[in-house]
């Protein structure tokens, strides 16, 4: 098992510019997230999915966009890039429900936006 | 809405030392998961350490266990016998047993320093 990859690892955009970040995991995880980890602030929930076809907001959404159109793979989309959107974003998956707790995480993306 | 609270921005302590580290939440559930992870340099996120909150013993890992105060909701975490490779960023973390509220709530996180 690969687990949870993303790419590209690193980025780099100006301001305006869009692009989507890669999230795909082959575990067979129904729960996947996107967080973004800016310092001294912890990691905070952009988007997530429960499923395949469902989505919805977290913490911090603005600015982003999500989809889930199959059980692997879960993109984020950054539709105009500012330079508040300058942060190391990781996805994370795992099982939903009880009993089943774990959250296995990608090694991030660290996007500067100019 | 849960919240979880780290106090401690920075910690250091000597190798082969005991070190403990703070976290506090708060959250109107009975029920839940709390947990530890840690960031090293190299920017992975790594599960230390996972306690159950009905469960009343405090959760073991090797070297580090936990200190759960479920009434004064209180999860802090010690590292027994510090080793340079436990220098990095730790996170306390939360997270509800309700199915679709996954999401993990983390604290501002704690930066552990090893001394030689």
């Known amino acids: 098992n690969a687990g949870v990859t993303q790419t590209p690892k690193f980025q780099v955009l100006k301001t305006g510019q869009s692009m989507t970040l890669q999230c795909a995991q082959d575990?067979?995880?129904?729960?996947m997230s996107w967080y973004r980890q800016d310092p001294g602030m912890g990691l905070r929930l952009i988007h997530y999915?429960?499923?395949?076809?469902?989505?919805d907001q977290g913490e911090v959404p603005n600015g982003y966009n999500v989809s889930r159109s199959t059980t692997e793979d879960f993109p984020l989309r950054l539709l105009s890039a500012a330079p508040s959107q300058t942060s190391v974003y990781f996805c994370?998956?795992?099982?939903?429900?009880?009993?089943?707790?774990?959250?296995?995480f990608g090694p991030g993306t660290r996007l500067t936006v100019t | 809405a849960q919240t979880v609270t780290q106090s401690q921005p920075e910690m250091s302590v000597q190798e082969a030392e005991t070190v403990t580290l703070s976290c506090t939440y708060d959250?109107?559930?009975?029920?839940?998961?709390l947990f530890w992870y840690k960031q090293p340099p190299s920017r992975q996120m790594i599960l230390v350490i996972r306690?159950?909150?009905?469960?009343?013993q405090n959760a073991t890992e090797n070297r580090f266990s936990v200190n759960f105060q479920k009434a004064a909701k209180s999860f802090s975490l010690k590292i027994s016998d510090s080793q340079l490779g436990d220098a990095a960023m730790y996170f306390c973390?939360?997270?509800?047993?309700?199915?679709?509220?996954?999401?993990?709530?983390f604290g501002t996180g704690t930066r552990l320093t090893i001394i030689p």
């Open positions: 994370a998956s795992s099982y939903s429900g009880q009993g089943r707790y774990e959250q296995y």
């Open positions: 575990m067979n995880h129904e729960y």
């Open positions: 999915s429960v499923g395949a076809g469902i989505t």
């Open positions: 959250t109107s559930e009975s029920d839940y998961y």
């Open positions: 306690q159950e909150a009905y469960k009343q």
């Open positions: 973390a939360y997270r509800s047993k309700n199915f679709g509220n996954e999401k993990l709530t």
